[in-house]
C-alpha cells in the first residue's frame, strides 16, 4: 500500500508539556490529513484534520501543522494531560484513507 | 450519538474454521470500510465499498476472505478457513458524502478481535 510514515514509534512526556507527532506521506493524490486518537479495546475516534489548502488547523490544545512541499505534517499536543495518553495514528485520505503505524504517547502525572 | 456497531467483539477460534463479522454502519453513511489491525501497527484497509458496490479490496487475501454489502447498509466479513496470522482486530468504519466525494472522516466501531489458535 502507498505508506503513511510516522514518528516516534513511542513518546513519554511530562504533564503539562507539548507533545509532537510526525508523519510523511509519498503520493500528492492525498487531500485529507487527518489524526486519530485510540484507547485501548477501542475503535480510533478522529480527533483533528487538515486539508492541503491551508497550513495549520488549531483545536484546542490540539494542532496540526501541513508542509505540502515537504509532504509532512505533525501533531503537537499542548500541555499534555494524563487523559491524553493512548496511542495516536496519521492517516493521508483522498478515495482510501492509509494508516501510520502509530505512536504510542504516555504522559507522567 | 450514532455510532457504528459491530459483533461479535470477541472470537476465538481453531485454523481452518470459518468466521465472520457483521457490521452495521451509521445510518446514512454510504461509505463502508473493513480495516485489520494487527497489535501494535496501524490499521490496514482490507476492502471499501461505495453503497452496494466493492470500490477496492486490492489488499484483501480474496483466497479466503469475502465481504458483502447485499442492501448497501450492514456489511459482513468471512475468512474461511482461518489461520493463525489472522489474529487481529477487525475494524468496521464508515463515512459520509458531501456530493460526489467522500468527507474522509471516518467513524470506527469498537471492533472485533480475533484470535486463531
Not at chain 1, 500541555?79 to 495518553?85: A, H, I, V
Not at chain 2, 477496492?56 to 487475501?61: E, F, G, I, K, R
Not at chain 2, 478457513?81 to 489472522?86: I, K
Given at each position: 500500500q502507498q505508506q503513511v510514515k510516522q514518528s516516534p514509534q513511542s513518546l513519554i512526556v511530562q504533564k503539562g508539556g507539548i507533545s509532537i507527532i510526525n508523519c510523511a506521506y509519498e503520493n500528492?493524490?492525498?487531500d485529507y490529513f487527518p489524526w486519530y486518537q485510540q484507547f485501548p479495546g477501542k475503535g480510533p475516534a478522529l480527533l483533528i484534520a487538515i486539508r492541503p489548502d491551508v497550513s495549520e488547523k488549531k483545536e484546542g490544545r490540539f494542532t496540526i501543522s501541513f508542509n505540502k512541499s515537504a509532504k509532512q505534517f505533525s501533531l503537537h499536543i499542548m500541555?499534555?494531560?494524563?487523559?491524553?495518553?493512548a496511542t495516536y495514528f496519521c492517516a493521508a485520505g483522498g478515495f482510501k484513507t492509509i494508516f501510520g503505524a502509530g505512536t504510542r504517547l504516555f504522559v507522567k502525572a | 450519538e450514532a455510532e457504528v456497531a459491530q459483533s461479535p467483539r470477541y472470537k476465538i477460534t481453531e485454523k481452518s474454521q470459518a468466521v465472520a463479522f457483521w457490521c452495521d454502519p451509521i445510518s446514512g453513511h454510504a461509505t463502508l470500510y473493513w480495516y485489520r489491525q494487527i497489535l501494535g501497527q496501524g490499521p490496514e484497509l482490507l476492502v471499501q465499498f461505495q453503497d452496494e458496490s466493492v470500490?477496492?479490496?486490492?489488499?484483501?487475501?480474496k483466497d479466503r476472505f469475502s465481504a458483502e454489502r447485499l442492501k448497501g447498509v450492514d456489511s459482513t466479513l468471512k475468512i474461511q478457513?482461518?489461520?493463525?496470522?489472522?489474529s487481529a482486530m477487525y475494524l468496521c468504519a464508515s463515512s459520509s458524502r458531501e456530493g460526489a466525494r467522500n468527507t474522509g472522516e471516518l467513524f470506527f466501531g469498537e471492533g472485533s478481535r480475533l484470535t486463531v489458535l
Open positions: 500528492t493524490a492525498f500541555d499534555s494531560q494524563p487523559g491524553d495518553s | 470500490v477496492d479490496d486490492s489488499q484483501l487475501p478457513p482461518a489461520e493463525l496470522g489472522d
